[in-house]
T-cell receptor, first 116, second 113 residues
């Protein structure tokens, strides 16, 4: 299957700082990328959907000014958590879709964010 | 509101036996269902899917059953192998293909050698 990478795999930051997470599709062009968040013992919750070159569409309850998403190319999307706070500590995972098919989305390995 | 539910957080099965993972959903608009498998430190990988026009889809040792009236689907793995030990997520989408996915909380399967 297609490969999606995320960087960094884990990050610890101080409250009030900003953190950028990169998501790359390595062997396919991801026309659409998704960002999810997973809190402990909860399901993956979609935060936003982004199409290359367009503004991201955010799910209800997700602050677009706090979670900045850039999808500048067909292989790269970034999520920036601005002015992070401890409640933003979570597992962030991205996915991308290419030419479609029954497999849905190809997921990255995720980024563990801990805000102190 | 959790629209896709996996009520069993964990399951242990002896090698060679059948593993049955269950998933329930509440949204009757869901028409496409997928199972993903996740190993530690890796992203979920697609395992098998089923459209709402079917009630069964089989791929090797993996079979997914869909009961639309009960809003229930299950994943059967037979025979189970130690390499199947992972977290399994059920996901569903409504009318937009497999893009807007709603996930369950996952079931950790442990296959005991």
């Amino acid at each position: 299957g297609a490969v999606v990478s995320q960087h960094p795999s884990w990050v610890i930051c101080k409250s009030g700082t900003s953190v950028k997470i990169e998501c790359r599709s390595l062997d396919f062009q991801a026309t659409t990328m998704f960002w999810y968040r997973q809190f402990p013992k909860q399901s993956l919750m979609l935060m936003a959907t982004s199409n290359e070159g367009s503004k991201a569409t955010y799910e209800q309850g997700v602050e677009k000014d706090k979670f900045l998403i850039n999808h500048a190319s067909l292989t790269l999307s970034t999520l920036t958590v601005t002015s992070a706070h401890p409640e933003d500590s979570s597992f962030y995972i991205c996915s991308g879709t290419g030419t479609g098919g029954p497999q849905g989305q190809f997921f990255g390995p995720g980024t563990r964010l801990t805000v102190l | 509101d959790q629209q896709v539910k996996q009520n069993s957080p964990s399951l242990s099965v002896q090698e060679g036996r059948i593993s049955i993972l269950n998933c329930d959903y509440t949204n009757s608009m869901f028409d496409y269902f997928l199972w993903y498998k996740k190993y530690p430190a890796e992203g979920p990988t697609f395992l098998i899917s089923i459209s709402s026009i079917k009630d069964k889809n089989e791929d090797g040792r993996f079979t997914v059953f869909l009961n639309k009236s009960a809003k229930h689907l299950s994943l059967h793995i037979v025979p189970s192998q130690p390499g199947d030990s992972a977290v399994y997520f059920c996901a569903a989408s409504a009318g937009t293909g497999a893009n807007n996915l709603f996930f369950g909380t996952g079931t950790r399967l442990t296959v005991i050698p």
